[in-house]
């Protein structure tokens, strides 16, 4: 039985010692393979990340304008020309209106927020990027992860096999030599050439079946990858119908004056020139 040892004799003989006639069992296609699929896992890792920073920090900026829309909006303010008080001023509905259309064209319908539905759009959010997005991203990750017990499983197979491999071929030169040499072969020899030989096959078959089962493995894994782009352009719809249902579209918008970069986008001019006191 070949050990920990006679492993790391084996790959240090592979490594250091001359090629001569024996050729090391190659892994070469379900290592490039597995290189591959690590190569994709690191970058749809970077994927998984990022889409959960946008889930969290859509989450923040609902929530965040739920607070922020459900607490009293500032006012304008005019002197009451009878009581010489401060008072809100309210503007009314056509100038309001008429304010509106100005301001939205060439931006199609104008959109408000619905203030009322955000915590529950929010939650919404977050459970469907679960389900449609993060579960298939972390199930084929997880399996990718998992793989990399079976590939030194598999290594350590191929050292084992190889092991027996140069024993058996020591054996069969010995052999050679003593026919030449004697025209005869000794029956020590012959006996543990024998031994050699049928730990030889068993090692061979067990090699070879589980170097087909993670070939297998990550033949079905590689497939599966083709149709996480599915999963990642439905995490950008999911992103799009949580902020599309954040608006409704054509909502009227609240009475006080949104203020642009250039000004007041509705400052309602003339009819502060209508009340204002004479």
């Given at each position: 039985?070949?050990?920990?040892?006679?492993?790391?004799?084996?790959?240090?003989?592979?490594?250091?010692?001359?090629?001569?006639?024996?050729?090391a069992?190659?892994?070469?296609?379900?290592?490039?393979m597995?290189?591959?699929?690590?190569?994709?896992?690191?970058?749809?890792?970077?994927c998984?990340?990022?889409?959960k920073?946008?889930?969290?920090?859509?989450?923040?900026?609902?929530l965040?304008?739920?607070?922020?829309?459900?607490?009293?909006?500032?006012?304008?303010?005019?002197?009451?020309?009878?009581?010489?008080?401060?008072?809100?001023?309210?503007?009314?509905?056509?100038?309001?209106?008429?304010?509106?259309?100005?301001?939205?064209?060439g931006?199609?319908s104008?959109?408000?927020?619905?203030?009322?539905?955000?915590?529950?759009?929010?939650?919404?959010?977050?459970?469907?990027?679960?389900?449609?997005?993060?579960?298939?991203?972390?199930?084929?990750?997880?399996?990718?992860?998992?793989?990399?017990?079976?590939?030194?499983?598999?290594?350590?197979?191929?050292?084992?096999?190889?092991?027996?491999?140069?024993?058996?071929?020591?054996?069969?030169?010995?052999?050679?030599?003593?026919?030449?040499?004697?025209d005869t072969?000794?029956?020590?020899?012959?006996?543990?050439?024998?031994?050699?030989?049928?730990?030889?096959?068993?090692?061979?078959?067990?090699?070879?079946?589980?170097?087909?089962?993670?070939?297998?493995?990550?033949?079905a894994?590689?497939?599966?990858?083709?149709?996480?782009?599915?999963?990642?352009?439905?995490?950008?719809?999911?992103?799009?119908?949580?902020?599309?249902?954040?608006?409704s579209?054509?909502?009227?918008?609240?009475?006080?004056?949104?203020i642009?970069?250039n000004?007041?986008?509705?400052?309602?001019?003339?009819?502060?020139?209508?009340?204002?006191?004479?």
């Open positions: 039985m070949v050990g920990f040892f006679g492993r790391f004799r084996e790959k240090v003989s592979e490594v250091s010692g001359p090629a001569g006639h024996f050729k069992t190659s892994n070469d296609r379900v290592n490039l597995y290189k591959e699929a690590g190569d994709f896992a690191r970058r749809l890792q970077k998984s990340n990022q889409i920073a946008v889930e969290s920090a859509t989450a923040a900026l609902l965040t304008t739920e607070d922020t829309l459900s607490r009293p909006m500032p006012h304008v303010y005019q002197v009451d020309a009878e009581s010489h008080q401060a008072t809100p001023i309210v503007v009314p509905e056509a100038v309001q209106q008429e304010t509106n259309a100005a301001v939205g064209s931006i199609g104008m959109s408000d927020v619905n203030v009322k539905d955000l915590r529950i759009i929010a939650n919404q959010q977050n459970q469907k990027m679960q389900v449609m997005v993060m579960k298939p991203l972390n199930q084929w990750l997880a399996v990718f992860k998992s793989l990399s017990s079976k590939m030194r499983s598999l290594e350590n197979r191929r050292l084992e096999f190889d092991a027996e491999r140069r024993a058996f071929t020591k054996l069969e030169i010995k052999r050679i030599r003593q026919q030449q040499a004697h072969v000794e029956d020590d020899t012959m006996a543990k050439l024998e031994a050699r030989n049928a730990t030889l096959s068993a090692k061979r078959s067990e090699y070879q079946v589980y170097e087909t089962d993670v070939f297998e493995a990550l033949a894994l590689i497939k599966d990858a083709a149709s996480l782009r599915v999963y990642l352009a439905a995490a950008m719809r999911v992103e799009a119908e949580t902020f599309t249902r954040a608006t579209t054509g909502s009227p918008l609240s009475n006080t004056a949104p642009r970069s000004g007041l986008a509705n400052r309602p001019d003339r009819y502060l020139a209508e009340t204002a006191p004479a």
